[in-house]
Structures are given as structure tokens and as C-alpha cells.
Nanobody, 128 residues
């Protein structure tokens, strides 16, 4: 059973930065795709960024490209999302998700179906 636990959310002023963490139990198995999603009130959950744990290949949503960095630390079994130049549109609950790579074949990384493992989410609020 894969377990994911996010941390690092909070309230931030516009223009600020934050780093979210996701402690995971999957890093001993490198053939996983791990991703960050977010959900704003009244909106669909959307993909923010993703990384293949083994190769380090990364993907970003256009809304955060240039402002976000997804990374992982295998020694700490932890996935990170750094986000800077925050704006109120970045407000939402941020979720960590994971899937075995074989499940993702033919699917866009931002398609939230076939991510069987999810964390509980961490709230990020950006005030102007």
C-alpha cells in the first residue's frame, strides 16, 4: 500500500514563495510517476506538475511553468513542489498523487484518472 502525506501549505502573500513536501513510501520502487494536483473552490482538480521518480523527467502545467519546480529526494522518500511568484489564482488544496508508470501509458500526466494513490491534501491560500 502506497502512503502519501503532504505538508508545507499555509497562507502566503502574493509574490511570495512556498515549498510543499510529500513524504512517500514508493521511492524504493523507481517506476512511478508522482504528481502534484490542486483544487480551487468550485473548480476541477488540475495537474500542476509531475515527475518520473526513476528518470527525473518532469512536466508542468502552463499556469505554473517558469514558477514551479518539482523534485524528489530519494534518500528522504520525499517529493517537493516549489512555487514562487505566487498569485491568488494559486490558492487551493494541493494534493500529492502517485501511479505505477505502466498505469500512465497513453495518458497525459495531468489526467487525474489512474492515479490510485493520493495524499490528504494541504491548503495553500495566497492573499493579494
Amino acid at each position: 500500500q502506497v502512503e502519501l502525506v503532504e505538508s508545507g501549505g499555509g497562507s502566503v502573500q502574493a509574490g511570495g514563495s512556498l515549498r510543499l513536501s510529500c513524504e512517500a513510501s514508493v521511492f524504493t520502487a523507481t517506476t512511478y510517476l508522482m504528481a502534484w494536483f490542486r483544487q480551487a473552490p468550485g473548480k476541477e482538480r488540475e495537474g500542476v506538475a509531475a515527475i518520473y521518480v526513476g528518470s527525473g523527467v518532469t512536466y508542468y502545467a502552463s499556469s505554473v511553468k517558469g514558477r514551479a519546480t518539482i523534485s524528489r529526494d530519494g534518500a528522504k522518500n520525499t517529493l517537493y513542489l516549489s512555487l514562487n511568484s505566487l498569485n491568488p489564482e494559486d490558492t487551493g488544496v494541493y494534493y500529492c498523487a502517485a501511479a505505477e508508470a505502466w498505469r500512465r501509458q497513453g495518458r497525459h500526466w495531468g489526467d487525474r484518472t489512474d492515479y490510485p494513490y493520493w495524499g490528504q491534501g494541504t491548503q495553500v491560500t495566497v492573499s493579494s
